[in-house]
């Protein structure tokens, strides 16, 4: 059954490449607010990952763009528990995605009639997407309050981590399955 291993590799490589994607762009808060002032409506579209957070403010046609690393200020009011436990749960569920392709590639040139291995990629597997939907839940919970954004401010970092965290329990579960 060479479909299976395929099917799991390809699935892997997908949810490695969508998690660290995740881990990386500033886009998992997109927030866009419009200040109408007397005179001109001051435009600030705000975003943020789990490293950084940018504002743009447009005044007419000038953009005044501003960004700040969470580590350049200790006294970051972003910068909280719950934003350093997202960071490392998904740099958690990233380094097990990347494992697991590792296990694969093993599997597939040196053991390929072992099941043990087989059922360790499978631990590893929902082990590596637990820790990734365990970050997109922090981050929509505890993060979310912390800064003050509402639910439809989430962007694409967050709808990536919660993809690969899902692929990799399916993953996971295919593993429990293979020869």
Same mark, same amino acid.
């Given at each position: 059954?060479i479909?299976?291993?395929?099917?799991?590799g390809?699935a892997s +490589? +997908?949810?490695? +490449?969508?998690s660290a =994607? %995740?881990l990386?762009i500033p886009?998992w808060?997109?927030t866009? *607010?419009?200040?109408?002032n007397?005179?001109? /409506? =001051? /435009?600030?579209?705000t975003?943020?990952?789990?490293?950084a957070a940018? /504002?743009t403010?447009?005044?007419? *046609?000038?953009?005044?763009?501003?960004?700040e690393s969470?580590?350049? $200020?200790?006294?970051?009011p972003?910068?909280?528990?719950g934003?350093r /436990?997202?960071? #490392?749960?998904?740099i958690?569920?990233?380094?097990?995605a990347g494992a697991?392709?590792?296990?694969?590639v093993?599997?597939s040139? !040196?053991l390929?009639d072992?099941? *043990? =291995? %087989?059922k360790?990629?499978g631990?590893? #597997?929902i082990l590596?997407?637990?820790?990734?939907?365990?970050?997109?839940? =922090?981050y #929509?919970?505890s993060?979310?309050?912390?800064? $003050?954004?509402?639910?439809k401010?989430? %962007? #694409?970092?967050?709808g990536? $981590?919660?993809v690969a965290?899902?692929v990799l329990? !399916?993953?996971?579960i295919?593993?429990?399955?293979?020869?």
């Amino acid at each position: 059954m060479i479909l299976l291993p395929l099917i799991v590799g390809i699935a892997s +490589a +997908a949810a490695l +490449a969508m998690s660290a =994607i %995740s881990l990386g762009i500033p886009y998992w808060r997109d927030t866009t *607010v419009d200040q109408p002032n007397v005179q001109r /409506t =001051i /435009t600030t579209h705000t975003y943020s990952g789990l490293w950084a957070a940018c /504002t743009t403010e447009v005044v007419k *046609v000038e953009n005044i763009i501003q960004c700040e690393s969470y580590f350049t $200020s200790k006294d970051n009011p972003n910068y909280t528990a719950g934003l350093r /436990t997202v960071q #490392a749960t998904s740099i958690l569920g990233t380094g097990g995605a990347g494992a697991l392709l590792v296990m694969l590639v093993i599997k597939s040139c !040196l053991l390929p009639d072992s099941k *043990v =291995i %087989s059922k360790v990629m499978g631990v590893v #597997a929902i082990l590596a997407g637990f820790f990734l939907l365990l970050s997109v839940v =922090i981050y #929509a919970t505890s993060v979310k309050d912390g800064q $003050s954004f509402s639910v439809k401010d989430l %962007s #694409a970092g967050f709808g990536m $981590s919660v993809v690969a965290g899902i692929v990799l329990v !399916l993953v996971g579960i295919l593993c429990c399955f293979m020869k």
